[in-house]
């Protein structure tokens, strides 16, 4: 059996390095805000491959001085090697500075940095809440949600004044929260995306042997929770990879059982798009059941930073 990568799989660039389908016919302004972020180089590698992307702007903006450094020259020599001559990289800790006549806005940033991902974690950890990553969900989304939203709006305020007809695309979790904050507030048009549903539909096309191109999907859910209710090539539905899809959920990496909430959401139709830990943060269930939860422990060790608690049922590292 093939090994699984788990969420590498969701999150690896696309098997064909063609860019975005379409094509640009002029010269366009994306300003990057949490430009350290992981995003931004794939991102824009995207961007710069479409047909006609000759010439814009990347506006790069971190409040991180080293971290937007190491951007804007990654940035720069992703530039220079695609020959994209046209293109201009800039850099600011200002966001204002920037802003202004912007086509697109990126949002990827991480209020307070990666430091408080533990905290999220750990607090209501002592107080007997075992959460899975709280970035989504429950108290660690909602602290997520409490120090970031403030921030988001400003920076939304700032677009409305700066770049009043962008189109603002956010990355950024608690991804329901900041949507529902920004489309109560802001006139800005907003876009919440996550990279798995994209991810796991090359993986299922690449399964059903079918090129990506000609697959036609539909998926329904919220983030993190969602699913493939519809896998067709033309007017032939593809049920093999729909049960590949509930197969690669009932067998965890190498023969070894899989996580609960893997056995448990394939039943409710269609082929899951979470990596498996996610769904934790919707069910309960899914944490209460202490062999399953050790189970899935021995999925996602490796993609989550240690954090201080530890007690029975909890994964390692206490997430």
């Given amino acids: 059996m093939a090994k699984s990568r788990g969420h590498s799989e969701h999150s690896r660039p696309a098997d064909q390095q063609r860019g975005l389908p379409g094509k640009l016919g002029r010269p366009i302004k994306i300003a990057m805000l949490g430009a350290g972020s992981g995003f931004t180089p794939a991102l824009m590698n995207d961007v710069l491959l479409i047909p006609g992307a000759d010439r814009g702007e990347i506006a790069l903006v971190d409040i991180d001085p080293a971290r937007l450094e190491t951007m804007y020259r990654l940035i720069g020599k992703l530039v220079a090697q695609l020959g994209k001559t046209g293109w201009k990289v800039t850099a600011s800790t200002r966001r204002r500075e920037v802003l202004r006549g912007s086509d697109y806005i990126v949002n990827c940033i991480e209020v307070s940095g990666v430091d408080c991902v533990r905290y999220d974690n750990d607090i209501p950890l002592k107080y007997g809440l075992d959460q899975c990553i709280g970035d989504t969900i429950?108290?660690?989304?909602?602290?997520?949600?409490?120090?970031?939203?403030?921030?988001?709006?400003?920076?939304?305020?700032?677009?409305?004044?700066?770049?009043?007809?962008?189109?603002?695309?956010?990355?950024?979790?608690?991804?329901?929260?900041?949507?529902?904050?920004?489309?109560?507030?802001?006139?800005?048009?907003?876009?919440?995306?996550?990279?798995?549903?994209?991810?796991?539909?090359?993986?299922?096309?690449?399964?059903?042997?079918?090129?990506?191109?000609?697959?036609?999907?539909?998926?329904?859910?919220?983030?993190?929770?969602?699913?493939?209710?519809?896998?067709?090539?033309?007017?032939?539905?593809?049920?093999?990879?729909?049960?590949?899809?509930?197969?690669?959920?009932?067998?965890?990496?190498?023969?070894?059982?899989?996580?609960?909430?893997?056995?448990?959401?394939?039943?409710?139709?269609?082929?899951?798009?979470?990596?498996?830990?996610?769904?934790?943060?919707?069910?309960?269930?899914?944490?209460?059941?202490?062999?399953?939860?050790?189970?899935?422990?021995?999925?996602?060790?490796?993609?989550?930073?240690?954090?201080?608690?530890s007690g029975p049922g909890l994964l390692p590292g206490g997430v």
Avoid at 206 to 219: F, L, S, T
Avoid at 263 to 281: I, M, N, S
């Fill in 138 to 309: 429950g108290p660690g989304g909602l602290f997520k949600a409490l120090r970031t939203i403030p921030v988001w709006l400003d920076l939304l305020r700032d677009a409305e004044e700066l770049c009043p007809d962008a189109l603002v695309l956010n990355y950024t979790n608690p991804m329901s929260m900041l949507c529902l904050a920004a489309g109560r507030t802001s006139r800005m048009q907003i876009v919440g995306l996550c990279h798995s549903v994209q991810g796991c539909s090359h993986i299922l096309a690449a399964r059903a042997g079918v090129p990506i191109a000609e697959m036609e999907w539909e998926c329904a859910g919220i983030n993190h929770m969602a699913w493939f209710t519809k896998l067709a090539q033309g007017p032939r539905s593809l049920p093999a990879a729909e049960e590949e899809g509930r197969r690669r959920h009932r067998t965890g990496p190498q023969g070894r059982p899989p996580a609960a909430e893997a056995v448990e959401l394939p039943r409710l139709g269609g082929a899951a798009v979470a990596p498996g830990h996610h769904p934790q943060g919707h069910d309960a269930a899914f944490r209460r059941v202490h062999d399953r939860v050790q189970r899935a422990s021995q999925r996602i060790p490796a993609l989550l930073p240690q954090a201080s608690g």
